[in-house]
Structure formats: C-alpha cells, structure tokens
C-alpha cells in the first residue's frame, strides 16, 4: 500500500455517488484524486483570526471531512460541536445544532 492508500482524502474513498460528481466537477477521476489529496485545512486552521465553529455529523460518511475536533484545535478561537446522528449537511438533526450554533453566534458577536 502506497501513501495514498493511507490518505483518509483519497477520492476513490468517497461513497460513489460522491466520486462520480467529484470526478465530472473535476474533469475526470484523475484529476478528482489530485484535488481530493490536496484538501487539507489543517494550514487554515491556525491563520483564522475570528472565532471559529466546526459542526460535526457523527453520521458523515465523507472520509477527509469528518472529525472536525482537530481543525476547532488549530483555530485560535476555535469551538467544537459534535452531533451524534447527524448526516454530512446535518440536515437530518437540525433541531439538535441549529440552536446551538445561533446561541455560539449570538455570544460571539456581542
């Protein structure tokens, strides 16, 4: 196994459905490899001079953006909100963030 069978972005990863849209967005599945490789917040992270939100779906099944506690880390006001059951967009557990993310908004532009 080569190191880009160790890379938790490597497209050919992603759940189908996903590879197929990343590959035609991309302009083929090699250059979808190339691009997944490179996505990598972790330099970001740091240079973020505001507060900072990572909100987590316990649930996401796209491997590279998952387990956001790290990035919040690297933030400097960086805060970390995991949600169980939530899917990617976390559009399944609305109730369960949204509010949470309002009340963290509300306090941080006070």
């Known amino acids: 196994m080569d190191e880009r069978d160790e890379d938790p972005h490597r497209a050919r990863s992603l759940p189908p459905p996903v590879q197929d849209v990343l590959a035609r967005r991309a302009g083929g599945t090699a250059a979808a ?26 649930q996401d099944v796209i491997p590279g953006v998952t387990n956001g506690e790290p990035l919040a880390r690297l933030a400097p006001y960086g805060k970390y ?3 169980p059951h939530g899917d990617h967009l976390l559009g399944n557990a609305q109730p369960d963030w949204l509010p949470a993310t309002a009340d963290w908004l509300a306090g941080e532009i006070r």
């Open 33 to 58: 490899r190339d691009f997944a490789r490179q996505v990598d917040l972790s330099t970001l992270a740091p240079r973020v001079a505001g507060p900072l939100l990572v909100v987590d779906g316990g």
């Open 81 to 83: 909100l995991l949600v």
